[in-house]
């Protein structure tokens, strides 16, 4: 294939999701490439670092602060204090999140696996938002971290010297390794085919 000018978009909080073999028509930008094509160009998505929500914020375009991860960021101080406590710490973070996508495989699966009042409610609110599940968008965040609480075998873990950083500017809410910091246990990764067993059976009411 010959090379062909490209025209750049750059996107935040992971919206910049690549073409799929499977369905590409469902994603967001897939008219625009299609467009762009049809007149020798390639469209090419790029995420912008740290520019939104779970990801990193940002106050403003091109702000200074690109490190804090949002809860972190909307304080700092708490987060410090409990960084401080002698409180055993675990973080779940988007090292461990990523291997849990939110995929259309499970939502078919779960489509045909809901026997109780609670995985049914839990279904419609995915079908809600089935063409965001089904562009690849969403992770499994915060149920992760809750199952990781449950059955620690999902996920494995290393632990850092960490400290969050509470002072005002640039990099206030930035989780960072510091050898005076607290001993922190972070899960790096996480088995997806035993948490989406572990969801399932739990919605469905056949743990014991």
Known sequence: MDPRPAVLITTRYWRAIAFGEDRPEYQNSFPMACHLWQYGYTLVLCDARGSGA????REIELSANEFAEWNFYIDPQAAALVFKSSAPLTLVPLDATNHVPLSIEFYNRFEVD?????AEFVFQVLAAQEDKVRSGWYFFWDPLAAAVA?????????EFSLEVVDAEGPESGWTRKSETGSRVRVALTADREHFESLLL????GRLP
């Open 201 to 204: 059976d739990t919605l469905n």
């Open 114 to 118: 809901r026997t109780t009042s609670v």
């Open 150 to 158: 449950r059955d620690e075998e999902l996920a494995t873990f290393q």
């Open 54 to 57: 779970s990801f990193g914020t």
